[in-house]
């Protein structure tokens, strides 16, 4: 990641302890002015912690956060230019719509006639143009979601934080808001910081995820790298589907796992590594055993609308996770199959600038593989 | 924002010095060797010998605490039913006056209840004594307690009256099962309020008790006009440490039953820490 | 005892309830009003009311009542809010908050009767303002003691519903506030103060009514003086034993309460009260 600009949020390592309890650890993250970011992972993993240190709710026990180049450490809440879209809204109850988007603006002491303006401009923003009389209580939940966040945009801030604010609306409704938050954030250009532990509402919205666990920031990088290249279990286990089994390389280019050798696409470990083998079910094929580089038996299926989701079992006792196309018949006897650049290979105990390190050198081989 | 807060710590401490500067005054001057409240004397436990030799007031101690416990305890069961009633009430309408109906004598001034049951008793010719005191707390603590339930058995989960109805729960397996236990904070709740106000009650008693009977309150009273011997004061030191006693074993159960529910849902938002 | 079906278990809950409901909620009060409405022969008349609103002694003692149940109330307020904020805010808030209705479990009177040691000419507070060199004060028997010591009775009960309905605030309500560019003092006026509006109207209920109505320390702090509308009808219930005009002062103060309860209406919940 190279950028010239000054990043507008930063962190240098930032950690936060509450008595022995290390919630987050040595944090280091540049987040660009302008950009959808979402910092992902389970309940616990100190994303929310992130975006509370963020938005100033929260004070670090050690390290720096900037903004736009600048220590802001000590800067109150209410000072930051940034706004925040809670869980659970937070609307005050004893104000209705209207008031509720005007209370930004009118802190800040706008005129009466300025407030009104703002107000309209952003309930048309989320659609809620009809509903600025409405008291918050004869509201849905989806409505008082957009309400929320067109009180924090009335802000006009830099940074709009939003902490899990789809977690509450069922599957359509959030599919719907998902769009129309990636929309706004295009539309006004400013950084949203977008957490979330849904995988999937993370990979459709986000320019750039963060993976947190256990307060450690575990991956980051595009959703594509992200979902193609998992640099540990942990993240390939918490993205998507993935069949996960023990192997050996034993060479460039070579590994070893079920017993057998499988050419693929990694090079540069210790002859001999131990390694993790990740495969995903999407990238695997059913065939019949004499193409198959490994035979299966089909365990249990279910159907899932665009595919089946079958359970294999080879002959090494592995269970398989495989997304087929075509009906299979429990209890048969089928091949898998898979092309070399499908297996991904995780080194153990390796951290992402290792990863990254190696990532280069991979492509450094193939560009003079070319020459 | 340090320093702000010194100022809030200082405005607390003032409130709590108020609040308890006539009750360590009380209990300072039971020790003094003199027989006044004022002027110090020397230190001396002799009032507190006076107190338990002087067996009208102890009987009258007695005597407070019987109706406090009498009518705290009736007016628990009575106001429970009370309560199940009118959340049974199917009419928002009807709840409504009931409600009101129940308020009326929690909002009326002390001195309204006591002179309209001195009234009430007179006319039915009830002679007036412990019983008379005894039916009047009773009286007053009733709204206290469906106050208390009331909101109990508005916040019952609905689906644990639906499954356990489900689950073939007859009338009464249902409310000594599943409603009691839910509700049994409240009346709790209720019976330690009426105790508390019973205790405390001078007005109502002032008026319904009679010639023969008192309580503590009106003793004091007739006493404080001519001037109380310093035994009194001796007494209040002994009620304030029972009283004390009281509140710290409350706060150190209350708090370990929040502790061993916190354990079991730690990741529940602190939030819902509530009362 | 065991109700079988849905309608004995309702005559079950019910009966004991309406017992009371029918005894000590309607009887006291049509006896009251029958009381200031009839002669001695039990005849209807006006008489009571009457005399009441022609008398310049009633009428003045209505007004101080009010008066002074305003200022108790006032001051009592203007304690308690800070108090009840503050708490709010520390750790062991619980434990603090146990601490402010401890003083409320002493009985009444043993406080007041603290402070005639503590007020009269020779006691602490005359001594200690003697040690800054002031004459001794007449401090007990005028309206300041009497008002001091009514508002050092009814603080915790305007503390505690004000605590409870801040309590009851979800904190992220002033998180998001504060997000939106709010300092605390705006925080306060805008959402805290008008989101515990309903503890604040209960505390005023819980002190007003009970201090228009205030007799017993009136009598040994105020100076044993006939001055509020309690002490007029202690007096004729219990002195002069003239029932029918002490009634007819009772519904009057009843129909004071009512207009207090209307002013005060909506949302109110918990409520607690002192007698005094």
Redesign the interface.
């Known amino acids: 990641m190279t950028n010239t600009s000054t990043p507008i949020i930063e962190f240098k390592n930032v950690g936060l302890s509450y008595d022995d309890d290390e919630i987050l650890k040595n944090i280091d993250l540049e987040l660009e002015a302008g950009k959808f970011y979402t910092l992902l992972g389970p309940s616990g993993s100190g994303k929310t912690t992130i975006l509370n240190i963020i938005s100033g709710q929260l004070k670090v026990t050690h390290g720096d956060i900037l903004f736009e180049g600048n220590v802001i450490n000590d800067v109150p809440v209410e000072k930051r230019r940034m706004n925040t879209v809670f869980q659970d809204y937070g609307l005050f109850p004893n104000m209705n719509v209207f008031d509720n988007v005007a209370f930004g603006p009118s802190i800040k002491g706008l005129s009466k006639k300025e407030i009104k303006n703002k107000v309209t401009e952003m309930l048309s923003l989320v659609k809620l143009s009809q509903y600025a009389d409405r008291e918050i209580t004869e509201l849905s939940g989806g409505q008082r979601q957009r309400v929320a966040i067109a009180r924090a945009l009335a802000n006009d801030p830099d940074v709009l934080l939003l902490d899990e604010p789809l977690s509450a609306l069922d599957y359509k409704l959030r599919k719907e808001m998902q769009y129309e938050l990636r929309e706004i954030q295009q539309r006004l250009g400013i950084t949203f910081v977008f957490v979330t532990h849904d995988q999937e509402e993370a990979l459709a919205m986000s320019d750039w995820i963060y993976v947190m666990n256990d307060g450690v920031i575990q991956q980051n990088g595009s959703p594509e790298d992200i979902y193609d290249e998992p640099i540990n279990h942990f993240v390939a286990d918490f993205i998507g589907e993935s069949n996960i089994l023990d192997g050996i390389m034993k060479a460039d280019y070579l590994v070893h796992f079920t017993g057998k050798d499988f050419e693929n696409v990694d090079a540069g470990m210790r002859p001999n590594e131990r390694v993790e083998v990740v495969l995903r079910p999407e990238d695997l094929d059913l065939t019949t055993i004499d193409n198959g580089k490994l035979v299966v038996t089909i365990d249990d299926q279910s159907f899932r609308g665009d595919y089946y989701e079958i359970t294999a079992i080879d002959d090494d006792g592995n269970e398989w996770q495989v997304q087929a196309t075509n009906k299979s018949k429990i209890g048969e006897r089928v091949g898998l199959t898979f092309d070399p650049e499908d297996i991904h290979i995780m080194r153990f105990n390796e951290s992402e600038n290792d990863f990254d390190a190696r990532l280069e050198r991979y492509e450094d081989d193939v560009d003079d593989a070319k020459k | 924002m340090s320093k702000k807060f010194r100022w809030a710590n200082i405005y607390l401490w003032f409130v709590f010095i108020l609040l308890y500067l006539p009750i360590f005054f009380l209990i300072v001057y039971s020790f003094n060797s003199g027989s006044v409240m004022q002027g110090w004397s020397g230190f001396s436990l002799k009032h507190y010998n006076e107190l338990f030799s002087d067996t009208r007031i102890l009987e009258i101690l007695v005597n407070t605490f019987l109706i406090a416990l009498l009518s705290s305890l009736l007016a628990s069961i009575i106001g429970t039913g009370g309560a199940l009633y009118i959340y049974n009430l199917k009419h928002t309408l009807s709840k409504n006056v009931f409600l009101s109906l129940n308020n009326i004598l929690l909002v009326s001034p002390d001195v309204i209840i006591g002179a309209s049951f001195l009234i009430l008793f007179t006319v039915m010719g009830f002679a007036l004594g412990f019983t008379s005191v005894l039916l009047s707390h009773i009286a007053f603590s009733i709204p206290i307690v469906v106050l208390m339930v009331l909101p109990r058995l508005q916040e019952m989960n609905q689906s644990l009256v639906a499954a356990a109805k489900d689950l073939g729960a007859n009338n009464w397996q249902m409310l000594s099962r599943v409603i009691l236990p839910v509700i049994s904070p409240g009346i709790l709740a209720g019976f330690f309020m009426a105790f508390t106000y019973s205790l405390d009650d001078f007005a109502v008693t002032f008026f319904v008790t009679g010639n023969g009977f008192t309580t503590l309150s009106v003793e004091v009273y007739s006493r404080a006009r001519q001037g109380v011997s310093l035994e009194i004061n001796a007494l209040s030191a002994l009620m304030f440490m029972v009283s004390l006693l009281l509140v710290l074993a409350y706060y150190v159960i209350s708090t370990r039953a929040v502790r061993s529910k916190k354990r079991g849902t730690r990741l529940v938002l602190p939030a819902t820490e509530g009362l | 005892m ?5 309608k004995q ?2 005559l ?3 009966v ?2 309406s017992i ?2 029918i ?3 309607f ?3 049509v ?2 009003l029958f ?1 200031s409405l009839t002669t001695s022969n039990g005849d209807f008349t006006l008489h009571n009311y009457a005399v009441y609103f022609a008398s310049g002694t009633y009428l003045k003692m209505t007004f101080n009542s009010v008066w002074y149940a305003f200022l108790i109330t006032l001051i009592t307020l203007l ?1 308690s809010y ?2 009840a904020y ?2 709010n ?1 520390l750790k062991q808030k ?3 908050l ?21 007020l ?1 000419k ?3 507070v005359n001594n200690f303002i003697g040690l800054l060199g002031i004459a001794p004060q007449q401090l007990l028997f005028s309206d300041w003691s009497f008002l001091l010591v009514a508002a ?1 009775i009814e ?2 009960f305007m503390i505690l519903p004000i605590f ?1 309905s801040l ?2 605030i ?4 002033e ?9 605390k003092w ?1 925080t306060l006026r ?2 805290i103060l ?2 515990s509006m309903p503890g604040i109207k209960a505390g005023i ?1 819980a002190v007003f ?2 201090s ?2 205030l ?2 320390i009136t ?2 702090i105020g100076g044993n003086r006939v001055i509020t ?2 002490t007029a ?2 007096e004729h ?2 002195v002069t034993q003239n ?1 029918r005009l ?2 007819t002062i ?1 519904v009057i ?2 129909v004071a ?1 009512v207009i207090i ?1 209307i002013l005060t209406r909506d949302r109110v ?5 002192k ?2």
């Open positions: 065991m109700p079988k079906s849905k278990r309702q079950f809950y019910v004991p309830y009371w409901l005894l000590f909620v009887a006291p009060l006896l009251l009381q304690i800070p108090t503050l708490l805010q619980q434990f603090w146990l601490l402010v209705i401890l003083p409320t479990w002493i009985n009444l009177l043993l406080k007041t009767y603290a402070f005639v040691g503590l009269s020779t006691g602490t050092y603080i915790p409870n309590a009851e979800n904190p992220r309500l998180q998001a506030s504060h997000d939106l560019g709010a300092n705006q805008r959402v008008p989101l209920q009514i009970p228009l109505s007799f017993m009598r040994l509308l309690g009808i202690e219930f219990l029932w002490g009634s009772g103060l009843i309460m309860m919940r918990k409520s607690s009260r007698r005094g």
